[in-house]
């Protein structure tokens, strides 16, 4: 592993000044855990101190689980009370706050606060896909591919591995998200290279096939999981020794709403590769991500899915058609107005 000591500063700095655009005095909250990569946690400190803000770093002993299942290792109500008067918050947490009690009561409560989600970053990863991304470009180019999906009704996506999915989208209802990697107005936001997307749930019908990664429980895939889906809910599990593993983690829950599909998302980071981390890998270029379990109100409102935990699988080299027309081939842009400002991230 390099060190990349000058390479993870400047990471930070673009983080703190460029990200966050933190001005001084703001209070700028960093959590982390036992598992976290602490280079990286003192590092964004540093680099909030040098800007003018204020950094706390609250490091945690590693929960027990991620999201909801990992509030009987959390102090609820102290960490609720301390990120309810901060005014930035950027997560390196190895099993992440998202979703957890004092995340959804700060996010409710403190209507001022810019939350980024950098779960189980490492100093490679904050090089890569932080310190050396052309970022107006991606930008520009996941913009455009929002403003597609956002206009579109109707989206099919297929994988070499057998993916076969389709479902309505709701362009008048629900918010297309682009990840874009700025953190400059309230809410949640995420590393730059991703686009979420909520469709019509009870539509979504096909086969999904994990080929990547599945967070939790699996990590790396040694053979593809095939998951048959009808109204938005998971009915079959196959592929061996870790489709046995994923349905036993999601049966631990006793909760049926750990099978319903939550959000599909694109990956477009061109640094991203495969690592075995859900931050990274759910940006890989081209590929598709599904989250089950646990969906915001806030993402798919009024309700969400109020499930006790979420994961998130990933199918590589994906092909999408928005409304009949393909925008992805087996991973690599192939629409005619978005293929140049591809070529300008290198892809």
Not at 37 to 47: E, K, M, N, T
Not at 106 to 127: F, G, I, P, S
Not at 183 to 199: E, V, Y
Not at 329 to 336: E, L, N, T
Request: proline share 7%; hydrophobic share 40%.
């Amino acid at each position: 592993m390099k060190p990349y000591e000058y390479e993870l500063q400047r990471a930070a700095l673009i983080l703190a000044r460029d990200m966050f655009h933190l001005q001084p005095g703001e209070t700028f909250v960093i959590t982390a855990d036992t598992g976290s990569d602490q280079r990286v946690v003192h590092a964004a400190a540093a680099a909030a101190h040098a800007v003018g803000a204020i950094p706390m770093v609250i490091t945690l002993p590693e929960p027990p689980g991620v999201g909801k299942a990992a509030d009987p290792g959390l102090p609820v109500e102290a960490l609720t009370a301390l990120l309810c008067q901060a005014d930035a918050w950027v997560e390196f947490n190895h099993q992440w706050l998202l979703y957890s009690t004092p995340f959804e009561r700060a996010m409710a409560q403190n209507k001022r606060l810019r939350y980024m989600c950098l779960v189980e970053m490492t100093v490679d990863m904050m090089v890569r896909l932080v310190g050396r991304i052309d970022a107006e470009s991606l930008s520009a180019f996941m913009h455009r591919v929002v403003d597609m999906t956002q206009q579109a009704k109707h989206m099919v996506i297929t994988t070499p591995a057998g993916n076969d999915l389709e479902f309505r989208l709701l362009p008048s209802q629900r918010i297309v998200c682009c990840d874009d990697g700025l953190c400059t107005t309230p809410g949640m936001h995420f590393l730059g290279g991703q686009i979420s997307f909520f469709p019509d749930l009870e539509s979504i019908h096909g086969q999904m096939v994990f080929d990547g990664t599945i967070s939790p429980p699996c990590g790396f895939l040694k053979e593809p999981i095939t998951l048959q889906v009808e109204a938005g809910r998971v009915t079959s599990i196959q592929g061996g020794s870790q489709a046995e593993e994923l349905r036993r983690w999601l049966d631990s829950f006793g909760d049926p709403n750990m099978y319903r599909l939550a959000h599909g998302c694109y990956g477009f980071n061109p640094g991203a590769r495969l690592c075995g981390n859900v931050l990274e890998d759910e940006r890989i270029w081209g590929c598709t991500e599904w989250g089950m379990g646990y969906l915001s109100p806030i993402d798919a409102p009024p309700d969400g899915i109020q499930a006790k935990s979420h994961m998130d699988g990933i199918c590589l080299n994906s092909s999408v058609w928005l409304d009949g027309v393909q925008v992805l081939d087996k991973g690599v842009v192939v629409h005619p107005e978005l293929r140049p400002l591809a070529e300008k991230l290198g892809q």
